[in-house]
């Protein structure tokens, strides 16, 4: 598996997770000190999610006319430029609102442009499909434990705006890594945009398999998802502090490092019933929060949830790639991240007024009863628990 090709691409996931997976904790506790509270937090990370979700379509189109690596490369370069110039803001004083959501929506823009291309470089890299997700999900945990905890303590000594520095570098690495690679993909007969779209959707809405996994992650994305971060940093940093909030999403991180080692050896016959089986303990997550636990129990909560998540996504990208043609999987894969993560800005923008209202602890707790429901709908659905693993 460890050719040239997938060494490179590894190294780029890798380092530009590390980077990746301190800006939650950056945008959190920055937006916060710069006084524009849990909404602001909210507005920050949808104006991330929205141009993601929006234009990942086109991302998936445009993978198909011009290569998923030149894609992923030019995408890399231009959130270089974006985090640069999040962190010379953050440095140089408090941004104003506007500035912080242009950038970050501009970076979500990149994301999308990125996103298709991975599923796509995946399968034409490594022969053992499943076995390169596991060790990606393991790299990018290893990276989400480290990297929330760092966060937390460059904010306390070097201030939110080194962290978006590191950020910026991690993608510089991600784009020179992505050169380097020697793998090439025959860029297909120019064809409409309409018409490429058109059977994008063709491919995704006959595997129903796959759109109704898409639905339920709709109703997690306004309910679960967006939700958990605006709302979790507040309550972890009003009960501890910054550092506390750190070591929570480092545990989730430690979880998720457990979940890719499983699915790196445990290979189901039905691998999303096993990963809808597996997902039940990511509700601790929204539970332990709600219920205001001891820390110990909340970073348990996490490494269970962590865990529960890595090994599903493992199970949904495996079956995703195995499952449908190369030549049209870029613009498959485009429908079901969008089709993912275009609720979640609802959610995280809806986050900050609704527990205003309600209480964010009521809403966490929501969150819960609705990641067990929703667990036991995919469960409950015979195409997803019934689907086979695929071997090619």
Same mark, same amino acid.
């Given at each position: 598996?460890?050719?040239?090709?997938?060494?490179?691409?590894?190294?780029?996931?890798?380092?530009?997770?590390?980077?990746?997976?301190?800006?939650?904790?950056?945008?959190?506790?920055?937006?916060?000190?710069?006084?524009?509270?849990?909404?602001?937090?909210?507005?920050?990370?949808?104006?991330?999610?929205?141009?993601?979700?929006?234009?990942?379509?086109?991302?998936?189109?445009?993978?198909?006319?011009?290569?998923?690596?030149?894609?992923?490369?030019?995408?890399?370069?231009?959130?270089?430029?974006?985090?640069?110039?999040?962190?010379?803001?953050?440095?140089?004083?408090?941004?104003?609102?506007?500035?912080?959501?242009?950038?970050?929506?501009?970076?979500?823009?990149?994301?999308?442009?990125?996103?298709?291309?991975?599923?796509?470089?995946?399968?034409?890299?490594?022969?053992?499909?499943?076995?390169?997700?596991?060790?990606?999900?393991?790299?990018?945990?290893?990276?989400?434990?480290?990297?929330?905890?760092?966060?937390?303590?460059?904010?306390?000594?070097?201030?939110?705006?080194?962290?978006?520095?590191?950020?910026?570098?991690?993608?510089?690495?991600?784009?020179?890594?992505?050169?380097?690679?020697?793998?090439?993909?025959?860029?297909?007969?120019?064809?409409?945009?309409?018409?490429?779209? *058109?059977?994008?959707?063709?491919?995704?809405?006959?595997?129903?398999?796959?759109?109704?996994?898409?639905?339920?992650?709709?109703?997690?994305?306004?309910?679960?998802?967006?939700?958990?971060?605006?709302?979790?940093?507040?309550?972890?940093?009003?009960?501890?502090?910054?550092?506390?909030?750190?070591?929570?999403?480092?545990?989730?991180?430690?979880?998720?490092?457990?979940?890719?080692?499983?699915?790196? *050896?445990?290979?189901?016959?039905?691998?999303?019933?096993?990963?809808?089986?597996?997902?039940?303990?990511?509700?601790?997550?929204?539970?332990?929060?709600?219920?205001?636990?001891?820390?110990?129990?909340?970073?348990?909560?996490?490494?269970?949830?962590?865990?529960?998540?890595?090994?599903?996504?493992?199970?949904?990208?495996?079956?995703?790639?195995?499952?449908?043609?190369?030549?049209?999987?870029?613009?498959?894969?485009?429908?079901?991240?969008?089709?993912?993560?275009?609720?979640?800005?609802?959610?995280?923008?809806?986050?900050?007024?609704?527990?205003?209202?309600?209480?964010? *602890?009521?809403?966490?707790?929501?969150?819960?009863?609705?990641?067990?429901?929703?667990?036991?709908?995919?469960?409950?659905?015979?195409?997803?628990?019934?689907?086979?693993?695929?071997?090619?």
């Amino acid at each position: 598996m460890w050719t040239r090709d997938f060494t490179l691409f590894f190294t780029a996931r890798t380092v530009s997770m590390l980077g990746g997976s301190m800006l939650p904790i950056a945008v959190a506790l920055g937006m916060h000190g710069a006084g524009y509270g849990p909404t602001g937090v909210g507005l920050a990370l949808a104006a991330w999610m929205a141009p993601m979700a929006g234009l990942i379509l086109f991302g998936g189109v445009f993978t198909d006319r011009f290569t998923p690596r030149k894609m992923m490369i030019g995408a890399d370069v231009a959130r270089t430029g974006t985090q640069g110039g999040l962190a010379v803001l953050f440095m140089t004083g408090r941004p104003e609102l506007w500035q912080i959501l242009v950038l970050t929506a501009v970076a979500g823009a990149s994301a999308a442009m990125y996103a298709p291309g991975v599923a796509g470089t995946i399968p034409r890299i490594a022969k053992d499909v499943q076995r390169a997700n596991a060790m990606l999900r393991v790299s990018e945990a290893i990276m989400q434990l480290s990297g929330p905890g760092l966060a937390g303590v460059v904010v306390g000594l070097a201030g939110v705006g080194v962290v978006f520095a590191v950020d910026a570098v991690g993608f510089a690495v991600s784009a020179l890594c992505l050169l380097l690679m020697k793998a090439r993909v025959t860029v297909t007969a120019e064809e409409p945009m309409l018409r490429r779209l *058109r059977e994008g959707w063709h491919e995704f809405r006959s595997r129903t398999w796959m759109w109704s996994v898409i639905l339920v992650w709709a109703i997690f994305g306004i309910t679960l998802f967006g939700p958990l971060i605006p709302l979790g940093s507040l309550l972890v940093s009003e009960s501890y502090d910054a550092t506390a909030y750190g070591l929570v999403m480092s545990a989730g991180g430690a979880g998720t490092i457990v979940g890719g080692l499983v699915a790196l *050896r445990l290979r189901p016959s039905r691998p999303l019933a096993a990963g809808s089986t597996a997902l039940f303990l990511f509700a601790l997550e929204p539970l332990t929060l709600a219920l205001q636990v001891p820390l110990p129990l909340l970073v348990a909560g996490h490494v269970l949830g962590g865990a529960g998540f890595a090994f599903w996504s493992v199970m949904w990208a495996t079956s995703v790639q195995t499952s449908v043609p190369h030549d049209v999987l870029n613009r498959v894969s485009a429908y079901e991240i969008g089709g993912s993560t275009i609720a979640i800005p609802i959610g995280q923008a809806l986050a900050g007024p609704v527990a205003a209202l309600a209480g964010a *602890r009521e809403v966490l707790a929501v969150s819960t009863v609705v990641a067990l429901v929703g667990c036991l709908v995919l469960l409950a659905v015979p195409p997803i628990r019934r689907l086979a693993r695929a071997t090619a």
